[in-house]
């Protein structure tokens, strides 16, 4: 092994630098910002691409963390879903509406599906159920078999008017 | 679903939808799961696993491996104090020290300081093998006598011989569990020559106890804590890091973190036994069914695990929820080299049930009968008997069940306006090549049981200890919480005994006494039930108390919202200042019931402890050509004795039912020669947002007498009979048999030619004996011939 | 450069980038990451060295020209669905809205998919249709030339070490356009096979992509003669006995694989039908 495959870096994350030291090259951003930098509310599920567990907005753009190489977002706007978060502890209406809608159980596959709900609003105000199963293909979850994430996105949306 | 059953965080007590405990840390990712664990000093395990089914080793050399910098640790087979373990019989090493015997077993173990490091330092070991040929059909296993468990029993008069007859060989293929999180904890020494492990488990008790005994240390040195579990599905019964991180933390003397990858999770963990199931069934021209006969046959890993309880759930479940008054009913479960088998849910009664309902399938069709009507013509009912002996004693609504769901509104056509279709809709999604004119609409209608609660013997029990202060109470109660919402119910259940609102759960660990385990959709009725139990003795404990205190007769004195109140109903005075700042406390014990082996003939226990009951009716679009499917919609109708929580109650029939479709549709974890052949989520697929069906579920719900909530375990039926639903409504659609879930789309457009059908294995590693080409077995013998 | 490491580069011009790759010839190109990071992370393959090419702007662009729609390298695919110039190239259009997940869409890059040359590439048979030429550059020089000489074989290309690829031409085609699509389930990727027809009214004939059928994306050739002949031009219709032998002989002419997800008999058979089908819709939209 040669020590040329570890690089330092800074990554803006949720507004702030954070500074990453000794990681290997080949570090995806997940890894990074769970284990290197403790953001563990993004979630690890099949590193890839597959089950959107680890979502993150990028520019703004929502995108699988597993798939970044760490290094190559030095420069852009991380978002996770700590700096998504309202700071005073309290649940948007995204999230809000999760919660009501018993969206979640294991709940692992949550913060993914907030990350990448909350861009897909976004780009989708008022959207029908339609464009929420077809917008939304890119997140697994296993326990709850999606009827009620569909609705929870759907009011959420509906709430924006 | 409808949009009015939504949860709150302010509603109380059973019957309510209270909001999860835990669903405000989720929604924000604040929750800790096992994977996210991290602590100061913590070094990375890493597992060297065998790349082949059965091989000799020859030779382990870790030196290489050791040398490495950054390495702290490097062990193998020797290191282990008691090399063999299991959840059942201690059959399986913890790691490979003379035969491997499956792809992936674990053969020697590393923590270094970086996941990295971990990975090159494992992959640097030095192994030689000798490969040896691997058992990879089932029927060879039966044949060589690698048999885990043989069942044989019959009922009533098995020569009996119905003027109908039907028969059929029904196959189900290996699914994975595939939660979310995949298999990860922390292994930490505690100090004082014991050592911690937190990670994701159903049952704290039986790893503690698996763990100790391969470190050769008491329990007591030994404390397993669960932490955060994303899902579990039977899945988290299997240990599969725990032993390994235990080992590597008490030699490096730091903590330890094991994080599987998804392809390593697909190799380390146990999944669902592939079956192969010939069944016939007897019945009168009426459809009343006379007899059942079937041979059952469950491929089980190389070591025994819990195969033997998942043969015995097959061959008693595979009667359906029928009266069936004779029974001739043999079943194995077989050793091969393909992997490790384990509990799953709906854990060996799914494939009974399908089997059965397949080929009530086909005797409706002989009889040109109504899926529904044969099946409620032959609802078995309360005070009949089951093929397995047992009375069925409690509340049996299937008839009931089986007409409420055929009521249910069925979902409308799809527009006949092209245009107005939106492709999530079609078979195949966006950009499928389909259209109206291609499509055609099939409904499927199944009916099943499941046994709640471990069966055969097998001990059912849990404790509870609640403690009240200040009109609050705290429950701990090792019963382990994965998603199912555990900690919501039991919350409600201490709320209603007590009459308060604020009450919380602990985490959960071996420090407590033992609870069951999340298995057998038993939590509520199990765990549930001993808090209930405990809860009871602590309000009269604290009523005694009150009493006594104001010089009250104890037998006026009621809890209720959160006030001491009297016969009338007038409050006293709240439930907080009677307790004048004491602590209350109440342990207690439940044990369900005894239950028997099924060939213990002396024993006049049941076989089961109680059995829970559903119907579902499941309405698919069907490009019959190309074989591609939209499930439109699922119907469930499921007897679930009295709601705790609605909204979980409904959650676990709508998770279950798409579970159980992608195993009707498309999850087939195959092997070929031994080597899983899609052990990822690029190959093995789980249903999507777009492949779920809208889904309605009804509740039957009569309380069931033994508890005295009158609840019942509902966690398993949906996924039980959610394969057999689907199956049945494609048979509608294209007429074809579809002997085998999943019905992959070129089983549903039928396009299986010689060559190909050999790659579209069916159990895994039964190449030669594709489901359309087995022949019928000959009557006298079934069809396989047994050396047991 | 933003970052400069023995084993990382993350460059801002495709000179830096051809530079870069003179000096680590063992380092891989690497654009939206969407199949490299992945394959990376599921131990598929070992990297040495990484050139990123995300940043590199000149990638980025879509613009039409008087030959075709230029599409940059750097494109992804989520722009193929909101670039008002796609309207342009309606096919990509489609494919785009069926391929991968939100997510994906949002990283993954044309560059990437058409440089993998996989088989089971959504843009490919799309591309093939279109008779797209692909356009490469090394310290030599540019090159470009058609998507069918393009793609050799399962993965390989006729891009060599040192070139990039810079874009793709894609012409505009007056006629129907569509892709289809089987998979094991109703969403997210797994082509288990697919396929891309453009009718070109001005010359009179039908060209038909197909993926996942062979050893690359490949042009169904014989069924397209056959079915530029048998087509009645004049009247713009196709009878259902005419699309069902195009579709057979695009079947009889692939050579698809058995794996984990289907069987060949069953890739074949459904060429096929989809064959058949988009001829038919492609002519009954006519009338
Ligand atoms: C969940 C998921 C879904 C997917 N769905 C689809 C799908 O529906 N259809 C589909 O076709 N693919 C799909 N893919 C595969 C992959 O995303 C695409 O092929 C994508 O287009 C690759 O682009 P990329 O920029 O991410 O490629 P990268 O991973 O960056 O690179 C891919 C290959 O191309 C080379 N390369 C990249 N850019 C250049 C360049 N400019 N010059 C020379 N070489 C270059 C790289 O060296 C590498 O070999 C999916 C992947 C995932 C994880
Ligand atoms: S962890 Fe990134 S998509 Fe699954
Ligand atoms: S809630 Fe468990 S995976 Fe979605």
Same mark, same amino acid.
């Given at each position: 092994m040669s020590t040329d495959e570890r690089i330092d870096y800074t990554l803006k994350i949720n507004g702030k630098p954070y500074k990453v030291e000794n990681a290997f090259y080949s570090e995806n951003l997940l890894h990074v910002l769970r284990y290197r930098l403790g953001l563990t509310g993004t979630k690890y599920g099949c590193e890839h691409g597959q089950c959107g567990a680890c979502t993150v907005h990028i520019d703004g753009k929502a995108v699988c963390s597993c798939m970044e190489l760490a290094a190559c977002a030095v420069g852009c706007e991380i978002t996770t879903i700590e700096g998504y978060n309202n700071q005073d502890g309290?649940?948007?209406?995204?999230?809000?509406?999760?919660?009501?809608?018993?969206?979640?159980?294991?709940?692992?596959?949550?913060?993914?599906?907030?990350?990448?709900?909350?861009?897909?609003?976004?780009?989708?105000?008022?959207?029908?159920?339609?464009?929420?199963?077809?917008?939304?293909?890119?997140?697994?979850?296993?326990?709850?078999?999606?009827?009620?994430?569909?609705?929870?996105?759907?009011?959420?949306?509906?709430?924006?008017? | 679903m409808t949009s009015s059953q939504t949860t709150d965080p302010n509603v109380t007590g059973i019957g309510t939808s209270r909001q999860r405990p835990d669903a405000v840390a989720k929604a924000r990712g604040e929750f800790e799961y096992a994977t996210d664990l991290l602590e100061k000093d913590m070094l990375w395990g890493a597992t060297r696993r065998s790349p082949h089914p059965y091989a000799r080793i020859k030779k382990v050399n870790l030196n290489r491996a050791k040398e490495m910098p950054g390495v702290h640790a490097v062990l193998g087979a020797w290191d282990v104090p008691d090399n063999r373990f299991g959840a059942i019989n201690n059959d399986q090493p913890v790691l490979v020290d003379d035969y491997a015997r499956y792809v992936g077993e674990p053969i020697a173990i590393v923590a270094a300081e970086d996941p990295e490091l971990a990975r090159r330092a494992a992959n640097a070991i030095e192994i030689e093998y000798e490969p040896l040929v691997p058992i990879i059909d089932p029927l060879d296993a039966l044949a060589k006598g690698k048999i885990h468990r043989h069942v044989k029993y019959s009922f009533g008069d098995p020569t009996v011989v119905g003027e109908i007859q039907v028969e059929g060989e029904y196959f189900t293929a290996r699914q994975d569990h595939s939660f979310m999180a995949p298999d990860a904890g922390m292994a930490r020494p505690d100090g004082h020559g014991g050592v911690e492990i937190i990670g994701a488990t159903q049952w704290v008790h039986a790893d503690r106890f698996q763990i100790a005994a391969s470190l050769g240390l008491p329990?007591?040195?030994?404390?397993?804590?669960?932490?955060?579990?994303?899902?579990?599905?039977?899945?988290?019964?299997?240990?599969?890091?725990?032993?390994?991180?235990?080992?590597?933390?008490?030699h490096t003397n730091r903590p330890v973190k094991f994080l599987y990858s998804r392809k390593e999770a697909f190799h380390a963990r146990y999944h669902r036994h592939p079956s192969r199931i010939w069944i016939r069934h007897h019945a009168t021209k009426e459809g009343k069914l006379l007899k059942v006969e079937a041979k059952v046959l469950y491929e089980g890993g190389p070591y025994s695990h819990t195969s033997a309880a998942g043969i015995g759930n097959g061959c008693t479940l595979i009667q359906g929820p029928y009266n069936i008054p004779n029974a001739d009913i043999e079943g194995w479960a077989v050793a091969t080299n393909n992997g490790m088998c384990g509990p799953l849910r709906g854990f060996g009664v799914l494939q009974g049930v399908f089997a059965c309902e397949s080929n009530l399938d086909k005797l409706a069709r002989k009889l040109n009968m109504d899926p529904a009507k044969l099946r409620a013509v032959n609802a078995i009912k309360r005070g009949d008997q089951w093929i397995f002996r047992q009375i069925q004693d409690r509340p049996t609504p299937v008839q009931e069940i089986i007409e409420k769901c055929s009521a249910m509104p069925l979902p409308p056509d799809l527009p006949s306006d092209e245009g107005k279709i939106h492709p999530v809709h079609l078979p195949g999604g966006i950009a499928s090549p389909t259209g109206k004119k291609y499509i055609?609409?099939?409904?499927?209608?199944?009916?099943?049981?499941?046994?709640?609660?471990?069966?055969?013997?097998?001990?059912?029990?849990?404790?509870?200890?609640?403690?009240?202060?200040?009109?609050?109470?705290?429950?701990?109660?090792?019963?382990?919480e994965v998603g199912q919402g555990f900690v919501t119910i039991a919350c409600q259940i201490v709320q209603t005994v007590l009459g308060i609102s604020e009450v919380r759960i602990e985490r959960v660990d071996t420090s407590m006494p033992a609870a069951a385990t999340t298995d057998g959709s038993q939590q509520t009725v199990t765990s549930g039930t001993a808090v209930q139990v405990a809860a009871?003795?602590?309000?009269?404990?604290?009523?005694?108390?009150?009493?006594?205190?104001?010089?009250?007769?104890?037998?006026?004195?009621?809890?209720?919202?959160?006030?001491?109140?009297?016969?009338?109903?007038?409050?006293?005075?709240?439930?907080?200042?009677?307790?004048?700042?004491?602590?209350?406390?109440?342990?207690?014990?439940?044990?369900?019931?005894?239950?028997?082996?099924?060939?213990?003939?002396?024993?006049?226990?049941?076989?089961?402890?109680?059995?829970?009951?559903?119907?579902?009716?499941?309405?698919?679009?069907?490009?019959?050509?190309?074989?591609?499917?939209?499930?439109?919609?699922?119907?469930?109708?499921?007897?679930?004795?009295?709601?705790?929580?609605?909204?979980?109650?409904?959650?676990?029939?709508?998770?279950?039912?798409?579970?159980?479709?992608?195993?009707?549709?498309?999850?087939?974890?195959?092997?070929?020669?031994?080597?899983?052949?899609?052990?990822?989520?690029?190959?093995?697929?789980?249903?999507?947002?777009?492949?779920?069906?809208?889904?309605?579920?009804?509740?039957?719900?009569?309380?069931?007498?033994?508890?005295?909530?009158?609840?019942?375990?509902?966690?398993?039926?949906?996924?039980?009979?959610?394969?057999?639903?689907?199956?049945?409504?494609?048979?509608?659609?294209?007429?074809?048999?579809l002997p085998m879930a999943p019905a992959t789309p070129e089983y549903v457009a039928n396009v299986l030619d010689d060559n190909e059908a050999m790659a579209m294995n069916v159990a895994s590693g039964d190449k030669k004996r594709g489901p359309w080409k087995v022949p019928p077995p000959p009557p006298q013998t079934g069809p396989w011939v047994s050396d047991a | 450069m933003i970052i400069q490491s023995p084993f990382l580069a993350?460059?801002?011009?495709?000179?830096?980038?051809?530079?870069?790759?003179?000096?680590?010839?063992?380092?891989?190109?690497?654009?939206?990451?969407?199949?490299?990071?992945?394959?990376?992370?599921?131990?598929?393959?070992?990297?040495?060295?990484?050139?990123?090419?995300?940043?590199?702007?000149?990638?980025?662009?879509?613009?039409?020209?008087?030959?075709?729609?230029?599409?940059?390298?750097?494109?992804?695919?989520?722009? @193929?669905?909101? &670039?008002? %110039?796609?309207?342009? !190239?309606? +096919?990509?259009?489609?494919? $785009?809205?069926?391929?991968?997940? #939100?997510?994906?869409?949002?990283?993954?890059?044309?560059?990437?998919?058409?440089?993998?040359?996989?088989?089971?590439?959504?843009?490919?048979?799309?591309?093939?249709?279109?008779?797209?030429?692909?356009?490469?550059?090394?310290?030599?020089?540019?090159?470009?030339?058609?998507?069918?000489?393009?793609?050799?074989?399962?993965?390989?290309?006729?891009?060599?070490?040192?070139?990039?690829?810079?874009?793709?031409?894609?012409?505009?085609?007056?006629?129907?356009?569509?892709?289809?699509?089987?998979?094991?389930?109703?969403?997210?990727?797994?082509?288990?096979?697919?396929?891309? @027809?453009?009718? &070109?009214? %001005?010359?009179?004939? !039908?060209? +038909?992509?197909?993926?996942? $059928?062979?050893?690359?994306?490949? #042009?169904?050739?014989?069924?397209?003669?056959?079915?530029?002949?048998?087509?009645?031009?004049?009247?713009?219709?196709?009878?259902?006995?005419?699309?069902?032998?195009?579709?057979?002989?695009?079947?009889?002419?692939?050579?698809?694989?058995s794996d984990a997800a289907a069987s060949a008999a069953y890739r074949r058979h459904a060429i096929k039908v989809m064959s058949k089908r988009i001829l038919l819709r492609a002519f009954e939209r006519k009338q």
């Open positions: 309290t649940l948007n209406r995204l999230q809000e509406s999760f919660v009501k809608h018993a969206a979640l159980q294991c709940g692992y596959c949550t913060p993914g599906f907030i990350m990448s709900a909350a861009k897909f609003i976004e780009e989708n105000p008022n959207c029908t159920e339609d464009q929420v199963r077809e917008g939304m293909d890119g997140n697994l979850c296993r326990c709850t078999g999606y009827n009620r994430i569909i609705e929870a996105i759907k009011e959420a949306a509906e709430v924006r008017k | 329990e007591e040195k030994v404390l397993v804590v669960n932490s955060g579990v994303g899902g579990a599905f039977g899945g988290r019964v299997s240990m599969t890091w725990q032993i390994h991180g235990a080992l590597l933390a008490m055609k609409r099939g409904i499927g209608f199944t009916s099943a049981v499941k046994n709640v609660c471990l069966s055969e013997g097998a001990p059912v029990n849990a404790t509870a200890m609640i403690t009240l202060r200040d009109g609050a109470a705290v429950i701990e109660c090792a019963a382990a009871q003795t602590l309000k009269e404990r604290f009523l005694k108390f009150v009493a006594r205190e104001h010089n009250l007769d104890v037998n006026t004195l009621d809890m209720k919202d959160n006030f001491v109140i009297d016969k009338t109903g007038k409050k006293f005075t709240s439930i907080a200042e009677a307790g004048m700042g004491l602590i209350f406390r109440a342990t207690e014990k439940f044990s369900q019931r005894n239950t028997r082996p099924i060939d213990d003939m002396e024993s006049n226990d049941p076989v089961h402890v109680t059995l829970g009951f559903s119907a579902n009716r499941c309405v698919v679009d069907v490009d019959t050509e190309l074989g591609l499917v939209k499930v439109v919609q699922m119907d469930v109708v499921q007897d679930v004795g009295r709601v705790v929580n609605p909204v979980q109650a409904h959650g676990q029939i709508e998770g279950g039912a798409v579970q159980g479709m992608g195993l009707g549709l498309m999850e087939h974890l195959k092997a070929e020669d031994g080597h899983l052949l899609n052990p990822d989520w690029r190959g093995y697929h789980i249903p999507t947002i777009v492949d779920a069906p809208t889904i309605n579920s009804e509740f039957v719900s009569y309380p069931e007498p033994g508890y005295h909530f009158g609840w019942k375990g509902i966690a398993e039926l949906p996924h039980v009979q959610a394969p057999a639903s689907v199956l049945a409504a494609l048979r509608n659609a294209t007429g074809l048999e | 993350v460059v801002e011009s495709i000179n830096e980038a051809l530079d870069t790759k003179q000096k680590r010839p063992s380092s891989r190109f690497i654009s939206g990451g969407t199949e490299v990071i992945a394959d990376q992370n599921l131990g598929l393959l070992e990297p040495e060295g990484y050139i990123s090419l995300r940043r590199i702007k000149e990638l980025h662009t879509i613009e039409p020209k008087s030959d075709g729609l230029y599409i940059g390298a750097g494109v992804v695919v989520a722009q @193929l669905l909101d &670039d008002k %110039a796609m309207a342009q !190239v309606i +096919l990509l259009k489609k494919a $785009a809205r069926a391929f991968g997940t #939100r997510q994906v869409r949002n990283r993954a890059t044309v560059g990437g998919n058409i440089a993998s040359g996989l088989p089971d590439r959504t843009l490919l048979p799309c591309l093939l249709a279109l008779e797209a030429t692909v356009h490469l550059q090394s310290a030599k020089g540019k090159r470009s030339l058609p998507i069918k000489d393009f793609l050799i074989e399962p993965g390989k290309t006729a891009i060599s070490k040192d070139e990039i690829l810079t874009g793709t031409t894609v012409p505009y085609v007056k006629g129907f356009q569509e892709y289809y699509m089987v998979g094991p389930r109703n969403a997210q990727f797994f082509v288990t096979a697919c396929l891309a @027809l453009v009718v &070109d009214e %001005a010359n009179k004939n !039908v060209r +038909l992509g197909l993926g996942n $059928a062979g050893p690359t994306a490949m #042009r169904a050739k014989e069924a397209e003669e056959y079915a530029n002949n048998a087509i009645d031009w004049k009247k713009q219709t196709v009878d259902e006995t005419i699309a069902i032998k195009f579709g057979e002989i695009a079947a009889e002419n692939c050579s698809p694989v």
